[in-house]
């Protein structure tokens, strides 16, 4: 396309798969990635909005990914997840925030933690079944996650326990201490929109960008 310099196979190429997978989030940022932020602003939106529209040849619209033998025990106004979590500094006088896992302030911004979140979900993506898809998962987790809930044990890496809607979250306990992960208001909303073995599309919060699985 003219104004983007770009052309529309390269667009749909980018955007669709997430499209397809019900992810609008994550082929937003991909198409900012490609092309400068003044042509996202004037043309990108309007450009993504008549791609979602469309189809490729062969190919409906799919849900998104999901993992194939995890706890598929549903437990009614109560979800559990696990997620990867990407830090963010919202800039000014802001304080800047600290990876509590790696004792490292952050600097990076929250359009550089989504493009960095963006990265990890391709690689999910990449995943051709189930099982791999939550080995991944557990090997992203333990080596990107910013928050305390990586450095639970096997599967449970990433592990934020049951999600109440009214209560919040259920404590949990990482290396012998008690682990109370932080849980924003649009994670719980993400939370419950997913169906269980399913992931998330880039959420942004006070804290920074997350990336979610649901596993009961």
């Known amino acids: 396309m003219g104004e983007l ?124 079944d189930g099982a791999g898809l939550s080995k991944s998962f557990t090997l992203l987790c333990r080596s990107s996650s910013e928050c305390q809930s990586s450095l639970q044990g096997g599967e449970l890496a990433g592990d934020l326990g049951w999600l109440d809607k009214d209560k919040g979250v259920d404590s949990q306990r990482a290396n012998g201490k008690m682990v109370r992960p932080a849980v924003p208001a649009p994670v719980l909303r993400a939370a419950f929109d997913l169906e269980v073995g399913e992931m998330s599309d880039l959420v942004s919060s006070e804290v920074g960008v997350h990336l979610l699985l649901r596993s009961a």
């Open 5 to 128: 310099g770009l052309k529309d196979a390269e667009i749909r190429e980018a955007v669709l798969p997430h499209l397809h997978q019900g992810r609008p989030r994550a082929a937003s940022v991909s198409l900012r990635q490609m092309v400068s932020p003044e042509c996202v602003q004037s043309v990108g939106c309007m450009r993504l909005a008549a791609i979602s529209a469309t189809s490729v040849p062969g190919q409906p619209p799919s849900k998104r990914q999901r993992v194939v033998g995890v706890d598929a025990r549903e437990v009614p106004g109560r979800v559990r997840i696990r997620q990867i979590l990407l830090r963010a500094w919202r800039g000014g006088t802001t304080p800047k925030p600290e990876d509590p896992v790696r004792r490292k302030q952050i600097q990076r911004t929250g359009e550089e933690a989504e493009g960095q979140l963006l990265q990890v979900l391709d690689e999910l993506r990449q995943s051709k």
